[in-house]
Nanobody, 115 residues
Framework: QVQLVESGGGLVQPGGSLRLSCAAS????????MGWYRQAPGKQRELVAT???????NYADSVKGRFTISRDNAKNTAALQMNSLKPEDTAVYYC?????????WGQGTQVTVSS
């Protein structure tokens, strides 16, 4: 089993920044992909960004140029730097990890962008 703990969510004004962190622990043998997804009220969960073990990244078009995903393989952590936040970025953000063919989710952290 892999446990994921997210932190860093909160309330921010439009145009502001937040940094989300995710720490993986437990039976970690090899983490292939780490990523962030989000789910707004009444909407399906959607991909925000992913990063492979070699550092290759993938972003949703809606966050390109504003969000940056990073990871520390030695510490099994991932981060999502979110800049120029918009009200439409409001959602619960979930950390996701794929390890040895199995996917794991964090409990989610709320991000609210509002004036």
């Amino acid at each position: 089993q892999v446990q994921l703990v997210e932190s860093g969510g909160g309330l921010v004004q439009p145009g502001g920044s937040l940094r989300l962190s995710c720490a993986a622990s437990g039976s970690i043998f090899s983490i292939n992909v780490m990523g962030w997804y989000r789910q707004a009220p009444g909407k399906q969960r959607e991909l925000v960004a992913t990063i492979s073990g070699s550092g290759s990244t993938n972003y949703a078009d809606s966050v390109k140029g504003r969000f940056t995903i990073s990871r520390d393989n030695a510490k099994n952590t991932a981060a999502l730097q979110m800049n120029s936040l918009k009200p439409e970025d409001t959602a619960v953000y979930y950390c996701y990890v794929m390890s040895l063919g199995s996917g794991y989710w964090g409990q989610g952290t709320q991000v609210t962008v509002s004036s």
